[in-house]
């Protein structure tokens, strides 16, 4: 379990990393809608990052104390997912709709991206 919550940190801070790249963004450029739109998906899809971790977290103590765990699973990230969205119709002059989509994925985008470079390193490490 100790190398579950290393790699959760690992993509936490590459998170972080990339928000304080969208808020250097969002100051520099005159695209700040579309970087605020970036940040509010990020910061969605971190915080489901979390509640995924957590989920994962508690259901691996159950499994070890063996007790049933109840849990909405997908469907109360589906709704933050929503949420974000709403947002981001409710205040378009803010918030870019397309961008707060592909924010929400960057947490995962990150997680691929991270997944392929272990691929890709440890064959050569094997040698």
Request: aromatic share 14%; glycine share 6%.
């Amino acid at each position: 379990m100790d190398e579950y919550r290393s790699v959760f940190f690992k993509y936490i801070k590459y998170t972080l990393y990339l928000l304080s790249i969208l808020f250097v963004g969002y100051a520099v450029t005159p695209y700040k809608t579309i970087f605020l739109g970036l940040a509010l998906g990020t910061v969605f899809g971190l915080y489901n990052l979390w509640s995924m971790y957590s989920k994962i977290e508690r259901m691996g103590q159950a499994v070890i104390q063996q007790k049933k765990v109840k849990s909405l699973g997908s469907l109360s990230r589906l709704l933050l997912a929503g949420l974000a969205v709403l947002i981001a119709m409710k205040y378009p002059e803010h918030f870019h709709l397309l961008s707060v989509v592909v924010g929400l994925m960057s947490v995962y985008i990150i997680m691929l991206i991270d997944s392929l470079t272990q691929a890709i390193r440890t064959p050569k490490e094997k040698r």
